[in-house]
């Protein structure tokens, strides 16, 4: 059958979702969204790829996804209408989808595109209030309320010595499965002075990928020393350990945004996308040889 690999733009406010990925009898991102798409498009069934899978409670501002449908099937969905069908489709996925759920775009892909595995990186954003005067009741459900005063520039320094490519063993859920080795290229706390995010204390996350629960454990690490429990050099210590310690907490979802996926040019697009399944196929046979309780990536 002929298809047309259509691309998702979306965002969604995860607090009232059971995290993106289908599972029975609980309320998901990818089953809203995919029974929608079947809905709008007259489809018994199809399959939605996303860039990143995000956990329970985890929100999304730059979220990506693709799906193939027939071409017969895109070519229909203009109708009578003299609008195109990618703006038909936005219009119509309004219509159905959630208040908690938008699709910002909808475009036909660049043949190559892979949501998942044509990204180049993943970039989040926690944030976290540990000001009682700045709490913002408003923003509950996408702020951490933190309880003590953190020393914002103490966890930028413990947060240093975490970039690069490392086995992240110690920072991810452990299961059977794939390999835990990412390259984390931004780790940064900053307590901005001006703008939205005035006064909290923030960090910015960016990777070519992330394990299950990376960011909220890398966090988690970052608040014992910014509270003073820990010194600096014990999120470094946990990394080169390859363990997770029962003392590193992973904070709550809520205060965790997917704020941006990368990809590179259009003719980059196929080369990028072989490139990064021959690299994970690689890890993990080399992961589950080191190690067979290596974590699964869920990214």
Request: contains cysteine.
């Amino acid at each position: 059958m002929n298809t047309v690999r259509l691309r998702l733009d979306l965002a969604y406010d995860g607090t009232r979702f059971a995290g993106w990925a289908v599972q029975p009898a609980l309320r998901t991102v990818q089953g809203v969204l995919e029974e929608a798409l079947a809905t709008v498009l007259h489809l018994d069934h199809l399959r939605v790829t996303v860039a990143g899978r995000t956990d329970a409670g985890v929100h999304a501002r730059g979220q990506v996804a693709h799906v193939d449908v027939p071409v017969d099937t895109w070519l229909a969905v203009p109708g009578r209408s003299s609008r195109s069908a990618e703006d038909v489709l936005v219009t119509r996925l309004g219509g159905l989808l959630p208040p908690d759920v938008v699709a910002h775009r909808v475009s036909v892909a660049h043949p190559g595109f892979d949501a998942r595995f044509s990204a180049l990186r993943r970039r989040y954003v926690y944030r976290v209030c540990d000001d009682a005067t700045l709490r913002d009741p408003l923003r509950r459900s996408h702020v951490l309320w933190h309880s003590h005063q953190l020393d914002d520039e103490a966890m930028d320094a413990a947060a240093r010595a975490l970039l690069g490519r490392h086995d992240f063993a110690a920072f991810c859920r452990p299961r059977v499965g794939a390999t835990t080795i990412r390259t984390l290229e931004v780790l940064t706390w900053q307590r901005p002075v001006d703008g939205p995010d005035a006064g909290l204390v923030v960090a910015h996350v960016q990777a070519d990928a992330f394990c299950h629960s990376m960011v909220r454990a890398l966090v988690g690490a970052s608040l014992a020393v910014g509270e003073g429990r820990r010194q600096v050099r014990w999120p470094a210590d946990l990394l080169a350990g390859r363990q997770r310690d029962p003392g590193n907490v992973v904070v709550p979802a809520l205060g965790l945004t997917l704020e941006e996926v990368t990809y590179p040019p259009d003719d980059e697009l196929a080369d990028r996308a072989e490139r990064t399944r021959a690299i994970r196929s690689a890890e993990d046979v080399d992961s589950l040889r080191r190690d067979p309780d290596a974590a699964v990536e869920t990214c």
